[in-house]
């Protein structure tokens, strides 16, 4: 065997499928990855096209989805049999056809291949592969084929897979709610956004039973927003996000949890929406109260102490937009309503 180059990947923080182009040494394997072509098959060779295919060109993959994986081995000086090796860094293969073995995270023949057809001739492999329940660690497939005559290594001729790029259609990097009594609102950032079309919110009262409440138009944002304003659920909901591509792939964000508060009637606030910087009367039955506002995105934005049975909240710093009014009495925190400034 004869040592030859070796190269290393800079992988970004993108799920991406690689299929790699790099050169190897003795044909064998370093933690589950092809690490190198073997000379005694001969050299590598122009002669010898190797591609690998992922779900029939399809550039996306969603987490815990089962996809075919095929390597065809293409000779233009028509040998008559064909090998290859092929792994992954992530996820699982299924049941090996015939003709080829799994041994760790590598499939391979354990026979050759007759090929068909002639100037050129060719041999293909077809494996399912699942991708992990969970995370966007990027896929690399390292894959080499073998072009062969049969009769001893003299004329054999392989060479490597060109490299493919594959990326997840999304990758959720933060996932929130803020519960504000009956309403509900979700925040959700994205790191990537490949392909999408749309965002469904769904939710469950217990967790594993969703259903659709809304939809968000994906528009190539960094973050997203839904409020969730229904009039009649459980106190304790679950809510996840499903992103959807334009293909009908589709990648789920984390499932979180969100108790819902009880309000209270006893203070109320008027006019709930205002136009400029126009000031809000408060009426309320509670001594040494403590008003809370707080924007639509969870940030509090505005304290005060009321000691009156009416007072009159200044909102002249406050910008447009909506906010939601709490009341802090004893140290229990109660919704009160909603305030929209315009």
């Known amino acids: 065997m004869k040592k030859i180059i070796q190269s290393?990947?800079?992988?970004?923080?993108?799920?991406?499928?690689?299929?790699?182009?790099?050169?190897?040494?003795?044909?064998?394997?370093?933690?589950?990855?092809?690490?190198?072509?073997?000379n005694c098959h001969g050299p590598a060779s122009a002669n010898t096209l190797v591609t690998v295919d992922f779900n029939g060109g399809d550039l996306y993959y969603a987490n815990g989805q089962t996809y075919p994986i095929t390597i065809t081995v293409i000779s233009s000086s028509s040998k008559p049999a064909a090998g290859f090796a092929l792994s992954t860094n992530v996820g699982t293969f299924g049941v090996e056809p015939a003709g080829t073995?799994?041994?760790?995270?590598?499939?391979?023949?354990?026979?050759?291949?007759?090929?068909?057809?002639?100037?050129?001739s060719f041999a293909s492999w077809t494996i399912d592969w699942t991708a992990p329940a969970t995370g966007a660690v990027p896929l690399q497939i390292f894959a080499v084929g073998n072009a062969v005559n049969g009769a001893g290594s003299s004329g054999d001729e392989w060479a490597f897979a060109s490299t493919l790029n594959v990326v997840l259609p999304v990758l959720f990097t933060d996932f929130k709610a803020t519960s504000f009594e009956k309403n509900t609102i979700l925040n959700w950032s994205i790191a990537d956004e490949k392909n999408v079309k749309q965002y469904q919110i769904e939710q469950s009262n217990n967790g594993t039973d969703f259903s659709t409440i809304g939809k968000v138009d994906?528009?190539?944002?960094?973050?997203?927003?839904?409020?969730?304003?229904?009039?009649?659920?459980?106190?304790?909901?679950?809510?996840?996000?499903?992103?959807?591509?334009?293909?009908?792939?589709?990648?789920?964000?984390?499932?979180?949890?969100?108790?819902?508060?009880?309000?209270?009637?006893?203070i109320k606030i008027y006019p709930s929406i205002i136009t400029g910087n126009a000031p809000i009367h408060i009426?309320?039955?509670?001594?040494?109260?403590?008003?809370?506002?707080?924007?639509?995105?969870?940030?509090?934005?505005?304290?005060?102490?009321?000691?009156?049975?009416?007072?009159?909240?200044?909102?002249?710093?406050?910008?447009?937009?909506?906010?939601?009014?709490?009341?802090?009495?004893?140290?229990?925190?109660?919704?009160?309503?909603?305030?929209?400034?315009?």
């Open 283 to 342: 009426q309320h039955n509670e001594a040494n109260a403590e008003i809370m506002i707080y924007h639509m995105n969870g940030q509090l934005v505005k304290t005060q102490r009321i000691t009156s049975s009416t007072s009159y909240l200044e909102l002249n710093e406050m910008s447009k937009g909506m906010y939601f009014v709490f009341v802090k009495t004893n140290n229990n925190k109660r919704f009160v309503d909603k305030l929209i400034i315009q």
């Open 8 to 38: 290393s990947f800079l992988l970004s923080t993108l799920a991406v499928i690689y299929f790699t182009n790099v050169s190897f040494s003795n044909g064998g394997f370093s933690n589950s990855v092809v690490t190198g072509g073997c």
């Open 101 to 120: 073995q799994l041994s760790g995270n590598v499939w391979k023949h354990n026979t050759p291949e007759a090929t068909s057809g002639a100037s050129p």
């Open 218 to 266: 994906a528009n190539l944002l960094t973050t997203y927003q839904f409020i969730d304003d229904s009039k009649v659920h459980a106190p304790l909901a679950y809510y996840r996000i499903k992103a959807i591509d334009f293909s009908e792939k589709f990648r789920y964000s984390e499932i979180i949890k969100v108790q819902k508060e009880n309000s209270s009637s006893l």
